[in-house]
């Protein structure tokens, strides 16, 4: 316990000092609402995920309505606008005008600035500048995952939620495994020392290709990758970063949010080969080593017509815990417990994050998941910066690091403007300074 207290306090003493530069964020007070109050919700980034995050969020209160929307692209705002509309069905709780549609590059400040409640769902590339800016604004936030693509932004996102804390306003992640009963009630007896010490952790995330879209003509290089940014390290953090987050999270879970010491990776690009397809990798295999000697092995694809599998196992002393898809306990076969469903209860834990978020600026309680989404991030961008460079990366270097994604073409602010691809990561040539830029 005490060398787990510890390293809390020290990834949190390094960020802080480490994150001196970051923008300094005023103290205000916080936002609460009684019951009959209407809570005003804004969108920042309306693709699948921001449309799904506003869905549940307006369901999960009987009193709001959706207040601002705004996107780097106008046809985008539309297309989040009418699924709300017409097939969510959410048009009594819609109240937003042409005025408060922003497009463009700094729509997020018009959308904070209007709302009490700011749903962030962008690629993860300006995630922190607006966990920042919500924050000095005194809103409660919605943070989809991940965080940030690069130590930098973890660093100022995890300063930006210690002030939100001040500010008694809520922070909640879109790691949402961490708000699915089955999920809680199976870490609850992990933590409780049903499978004895933890050994060792063993998780995948192997899914086949996502979307993507063609090239249309007068599109820039930055339109281009905006509209294609899961092919991007320097807006999605590679798919270790932006999807396969949620399996490593749960091996975070399971160590109690301890850091490790190192990671080695192997990874490439082995299938998706296209210059269609950016520059990111298409397969992952991460070994994370913790202090106490315990290893957590990390495997994620994104490969078409593969088989699929997402599972996690943390193996103990007294038994297994398979986490996903079963949540029970076996030792040598036989099963010592199994999660059973209340009956009648419905687990969604996408609506099981709004749920609580909500309830929580009702209450006056606020929540705040700052430290362990700004860790999880931390851990897969470890993984990435492995795997890249062929080296073993202690988290300590990776956490310190002074290396940004950000492309140095947008020093002066974001434009769309002729942005070449970076040169794919070569493990041996590519060094850990390097920004693929």
């Excluded at 989040?80 to 497009?103: F, I, T």
């Excluded at 091996?251 to 080695?264: I, R």
């Excluded at 398979?322 to 036989?334: A, Y």
């Excluded at 705040?368 to 795997?387: F, H, V």
Aim: glycine fraction near 10%; charged fraction near 25%; proline fraction near 5%.
């Amino acid at each position: 316990m005490s060398r787990r207290n510890s390293s809390r306090r020290d990834f949190l003493k390094t960020s802080a000092a480490l994150g001196a530069s970051a923008a300094v964020l005023s103290v205000a007070p916080a936002v609460h609402a009684a019951g009959g109050d209407t809570l005003k919700v804004g969108l920042v980034g309306s693709g699948g995920r921001g449309k799904g995050a506003a869905d549940n969020a307006l369901r999960a209160d009987p009193n709001v309505k959706l207040y601002a929307i705004g996107d780097a692209f106008a046809d985008r705002l539309k297309d989040g606008l009418n699924y709300l509309d017409k097939v969510a069905g959410h048009g009594k709780k819609m109240d937003v005008p042409e005025e408060r549609q922003y497009v463009g590059f700094d729509a997020y400040k018009r959308v904070i600035d209007d709302c009490d409640v700011v749903l962030l769902c962008t690629p993860p590339h300006f995630r922190p500048a607006q966990v920042e800016y919500g924050v000095s604004k005194g809103k409660h936030l919605f943070v989809e995952k991940p965080v940030a693509v690069d130590a930098p932004g973890v660093r100022r996102v995890l300063n930006a939620c210690a002030e939100a804390k001040k500010k008694n306003l809520s922070i909640v992640s879109g790691l949402c495994w961490r708000y699915h009963n089955a999920k809680r009630e199976t870490f609850k007896r992990i933590h409780g020392g049903e499978i004895g010490d933890i050994v060792a952790l063993h998780c995948t995330y192997n899914a086949r290709g996502l979307w993507k879209w063609d090239r249309k003509p007068g599109w820039s290089d930055m339109e281009f990758q905006l509209r294609n940014w899961l092919y991007y390290t320097w807006l999605s953090g590679d798919h270790i970063v932006e999807q396969a987050i949620h399996s490593i999270d749960k091996g975070a879970w399971a160590m109690k949010d301890e850091p490790p010491v190192s990671a080695s990776a192997v990874g490439g690009r082995q299938v998706r080969t296209s210059p269609d397809y950016g520059h990111i990798f298409d397969h992952f295999a991460v070994s994370y080593e913790y202090p106490n000697g315990v290893k957590m092995f990390h495997v994620c694809r994104q490969w078409d017509e593969t088989d699929t599998a997402t599972n996690d196992y943390v193996i103990g002393t007294k038994g297994v815990c398979e986490v996903l898809p079963k949540h029970r306990i076996t030792l040598n076969g036989q099963t010592l417990w199994n999660y059973e469903a209340p009956e009648g209860v419905k687990d969604d834990m996408y609506q099981n994050e709004h749920d609580a978020l909500f309830a929580s600026i009702r209450k006056g309680e606020p929540i705040n998941n700052g430290e362990y989404m700004s860790r999880s991030t931390m851990l897969a961008i470890l993984g990435r910066l492995a795997a890249y460079t062929g080296r073993t990366i202690k988290w300590a270097d990776a956490l310190k690091s002074d290396v940004s994604l950000t492309p140095k073409a947008f020093e002066g602010g974001y434009k769309f403007c002729e942005l070449p691809t970076p040169k794919v990561a070569i493990p041996g040539l590519t060094k850990p300074k390097d920004t693929l830029w």
